[in-house]
């Protein structure tokens, strides 16, 4: 069955870029009929949605995070990533790649990316 | 943005009662496109329902969801041991879609 694996690095500096990289196994990312995205958890804390993007490019993002971010899909690797710049220490959190269509259905591990000099 | 209100916040019951949890939407959640979700310490959510009362495949009958309006509620007729967990509410209908905060239900 698909699953999904997020990873990157787990410290980055304050108004640095945060990268994160999702693989999808077990089924082709262009298959269609999904979206592939992000959603976060601060610590201790609830669900924030912070965007979606189709195999073909198509992406959704949360107004408030806009302008910080931007998320690609490489259908070569059957990976999709997010790209967060200017961080601040209000974006720690653990980053959770997910599939959706009616909901998400299928999540990754997390990742816990903390913001600190 | 759709603001999600989950109520209560604390749901302490035993194994074998009946939890009822609601999530009240600030406007109308287009297509019914509400979904919950479980989340165990440590651990992803996992989806349980979406389409505000579709099951997904592999989730206990003992879980179900209802819509009344802008109410949204999740039961679970008799919890069981590992049921133990936070239930989030989460619509998908108008971007930015939104999380409900949460309802840990815990031992009592």
């Known amino acids: 069955q698909v699953q999904l694996q997020g990873s990157g690095p787990g410290l980055v500096t304050p108004s640095q870029t945060l990268s994160l990289t999702c693989t999808v196994s077990?089924?082709?990312?262009?298959?269609?009929?999904?979206?592939w995205g992000w959603i976060r958890q601060h610590p201790g804390k609830g669900l924030e949605w912070i965007g979606y993007i189709s195999y073909s490019g198509n992406t959704y993002y949360n107004p408030s995070l806009e302008s910080r971010i931007t998320m690609a899909v490489d259908t070569s690797e059957n990976q999709f990533s997010l790209t967060l710049t200017s961080v601040t220490a209000a974006d720690t959190a653990v980053y959770f790649c997910?599939?959706?269509?009616?909901?998400?259905?299928?999540w990754g591990q997390g990742t816990l990316v903390t913001v600190s000099s | 943005e759709i603001v999600l209100t989950q109520s209560p916040g604390t749901l302490s019951l035993s194994p074998g009662q009946r939890a009822t949890l609601s999530c009240r939407a600030s406007q109308s959640v287009s297509n019914s496109y509400l979904a919950w979700y479980q989340q165990k310490p440590g651990q992803a959510p996992r989806l349980l329902i979406y389409?505000?009362?579709s099951r997904v495949t592999g989730i206990p009958d003992r879980f179900s969801g209802s819509e009344s309006g802008t109410d949204f509620t999740l039961t679970i007729s008799r919890l069981e041991p590992e049921d133990f967990a936070v239930y989030y509410c989460h619509q998908y209908g108008s971007s930015p879609l939104t999380f409900g905060g949460g309802t840990k239900v815990e031992i009592k």
């Open positions: 997910a599939r959706a269509s009616r909901g998400a259905d299928i």
């Open positions: 389409g505000a009362s």
């Open positions: 077990g089924g082709s990312i262009s298959s269609g009929g999904y979206y």
